[in-house]
């Protein structure tokens, strides 16, 4: 199979990564109809327009399984598996978060309730790892897709592990530090992008080195792309991710404020913790933050760390020396797009 | 490996089953001991005593095994995870039924909060999975591997199913049938321990017949099982299982209520259906639930399905034709102990 530029536009990537997914999501038998419906629109394939994620795990490990291969169609159960994984933590994480909106749309545990939220979050879970078996069936081996699984698996559960740091922080008066918190986004945003991509490279692959590359390619990737989403959370900078910088108004300890805690001067690091226990969202407060935020070079720091996890990603991407011209255009313009450091 | 009496012993089976299943609960890395801590206190091996659950799960499966090779010890990976993917269900039932109480300890969601609970529901969830790659440590072909996990994901689903009937039925006024109600048990309880006795038996052979046989008797055990906690959960006969006659109180719609609200007279299908929008347990009104029950036929009928289901079930480990005489005995003590009607 040959690449043409047109079978490498990102659109098409995420239609057909859509078709597979709905393949799984479908309506089965009339009296578990309801479960599949929250699924679909959880997912935004329920019809509507302008609600569906940005697609980009599934991209990325279709872009790197097509940057090695020419073609990404036969990695497409393994996009399924890593959005449809993503979308169950989403729909888990809203519950936890309490968070009521999600792509402008209600989240599934309002419209539904809490114990069917949690129930279809289940689903998705369960149904990610249906969707792999498909590999089977297109022609890998039993061995590369149960390789495939095990790094799935573990991802799990570094998911888990970072959801439960993410939690028992932000619940307590648990100390977090910049350490703890690299700790943290390591394995709750970083673990699944990487995996992605090193799925998306040892489908296309036997060699060990190339798809080392490509995990930490994906990792330093999943870094940057989380640090600079601190940044729009606070300092705005519309992007094409959408992103709106509340964080500040939903008291949500990011990087820049963990960094500004540890950093600024005893009486900006007082006045900001009191500003975090007082949950009042007025304007003047915001702009009092943000103020001791940037005098105490949190803002600068985490555009550094951005950049060099950017950077590195860039690097480990050229390391490899196995990437298609076409395929690595498109992942640096994915790069490019999602992290504006 | 040879089979000794000892070998067989449910208790050293239980033991084994432990000790996989704390090899992968253990603490991992300081920053996220506290989800395995929670993992460990949910499934009762926090060191407490007399609060871990029956492992009929895993005992079921490593029974098959054993039954057809003689020694359990190689199932054990197969063992704990199904054990552990029961578990994540429970801890997501409890949040999602609003239950405080899990064998007479509080449930981890009244101790750790819903957010942290769900999480935790969810690592247990990867757990089950990571589980399953030890049996190619232990020499599985990779084909069996994959064969099992195949299963073990569509019976998840299947749970999800089940679970989204379930919520469904009971929170709306949505209609619920006998018919459906057997629907959803099948999906929610017969199929994890279907799943759980057809992995022991595919491990063990690749006869499809004799694999077939296993799921079958499964299946119907599973059904029979959960008709026969329908019967305790309302004329009680306290059993091995600590089941205690609370259904009523609590308004749970079992076969038993369904059967009724389907076939009693008009005046007590009315009166039945009264008590039950009324939440009020007074022990008069308990009663006259049961009174109108067993008028209805319910209580007979309840029984007589249990039975059908038990001796469908015996006949097809019967038929299996390659079960060894002690995990047969094994086998038939579980049946009756879990099954008293």
Same mark, same amino acid.
């Given at each position: 199979?040959?690449?043409?530029?047109?079978?490498?536009?990102?659109?098409?990537?995420?239609?057909?990564?859509?078709?597979?997914?709905?393949?799984?999501?479908?309506?089965?038998?009339?009296?578990?109809?309801?479960?599949?419906?929250?699924?679909?629109?959880?997912?935004?394939?329920?019809?509507?327009?302008?609600?569906?994620?940005?697609?980009?795990?599934?991209?990325?490990?279709?872009?790197?399984?097509?940057?090695?291969?020419?073609?990404?169609?036969?990695?497409?159960?393994?996009?399924?598996?890593?959005?449809?994984?993503?979308?169950?933590?989403?729909?888990?994480?809203?519950?936890?978060?309490?968070?009521?909106?999600?792509?402008?749309?209600?989240?599934?545990?309002?419209?539904?309730?809490?114990?069917?939220?949690?129930?279809?979050?289940?689903?998705?879970?369960?149904?990610?790892?249906?969707?792999?078996?498909?590999?089977?069936?297109?022609?890998?081996?039993?061995?590369?897709?149960?390789?495939?699984?095990?790094?799935?698996?573990?991802?799990?559960?570094?998911?888990?592990?970072?959801? /439960?740091?993410?939690?028992?922080? #932000?619940?307590? %008066?648990? &100390?977090?530090?910049? +350490? !703890? =918190?690299? @700790?943290?986004?390591?394995?709750?945003?970083?673990?699944?992008?990487?995996?992605?991509?090193?799925?998306?490279?040892?489908?296309?692959?036997?060699?060990?080195?190339?798809?080392?590359?490509?995990?930490?390619?994906?990792?330093?990737?999943?870094?940057?792309?989380?640090?600079?989403?601190?940044?729009?959370?606070?300092?705005?900078?519309?992007?094409?991710?959408?992103?709106?910088?509340?964080?500040?108004?939903?008291?949500?300890?990011?990087?820049?404020?963990? /960094?500004?805690?540890?950093?600024? #001067?005893?009486? %900006?690091? &007082?006045?900001?913790? +009191? !500003? =975090?226990? @007082?949950?009042?969202?007025?304007?003047?407060?915001?702009?009092?933050?943000?103020?001791?935020?940037?005098?105490?070079?949190?803002?600068?720091?985490?555009?550094?760390?951005?950049?060099?996890?950017?950077?590195?990603?860039?690097?480990?991407?050229?390391?490899?020396?196995?990437?298609?011209?076409?395929?690595?255009?498109?992942?640096?313009?994915?790069?490019?797009?999602?992290?504006?450091?």
């Amino acid at each position: 199979m040959s690449t043409t530029a047109h079978e490498l536009d990102l659109g098409q990537l995420i239609a057909d990564t859509e078709e597979e997914i709905l393949r799984l999501v479908r309506d089965h038998d009339p009296s578990t109809v309801g479960v599949y419906e929250q699924c679909r629109y959880h997912l935004g394939l329920d019809g509507s327009t302008g609600v569906s994620g940005k697609r980009m795990r599934p991209l990325l490990g279709l872009l790197a399984y097509a940057s090695i291969t020419g073609d990404h169609r036969a990695a497409l159960p393994g996009a399924a598996a890593v959005e449809l994984g993503h979308n169950f933590s989403l729909v888990h994480d809203d519950i936890e978060d309490g968070d009521s909106e999600r792509r402008h749309r209600p989240t599934l545990w309002t419209l539904h309730g809490i114990p069917q939220a949690i129930n279809t979050g289940d689903m998705l879970f369960s149904l990610s790892r249906v969707a792999l078996h498909r590999l089977t069936d297109l022609g890998f081996s039993d061995h590369k897709v149960l390789r495939l699984m095990r790094l799935y698996d573990e991802t799990c559960v570094a998911l888990c592990e970072g959801q /439960y740091i993410d939690i028992a922080t #932000s619940e307590a %008066d648990t &100390a977090m530090s910049v +350490e !703890l =918190y690299f @700790d943290m986004i390591g394995r709750k945003t970083a673990a699944l992008i990487a995996a992605s991509i090193e799925a998306g490279a040892l489908l296309a692959t036997d060699d060990e080195k190339v798809i080392a590359h490509y995990r930490n390619f994906g990792w330093d990737l999943g870094l940057a792309f989380q640090l600079n989403d601190d940044l729009l959370g606070i300092w705005g900078e519309e992007q094409a991710t959408g992103k709106e910088p509340t964080d500040v108004a939903r008291r949500k300890k990011t990087l820049p404020v963990i /960094y500004a805690i540890e950093h600024a #001067s005893a009486p %900006d690091r &007082a006045r900001l913790m +009191e !500003l =975090y226990r @007082d949950h009042a969202a007025t304007g003047a407060a915001i702009q009092e933050v943000i103020d001791i935020l940037d005098r105490s070079g949190a803002h600068e720091y985490t555009r550094e760390q951005a950049r060099l996890h950017r950077d590195r990603a860039l690097a480990e991407l050229d390391a490899a020396g196995v990437v298609l011209p076409e395929a690595r255009a498109r992942l640096h313009e994915i790069v490019v797009r999602v992290i504006a450091a």
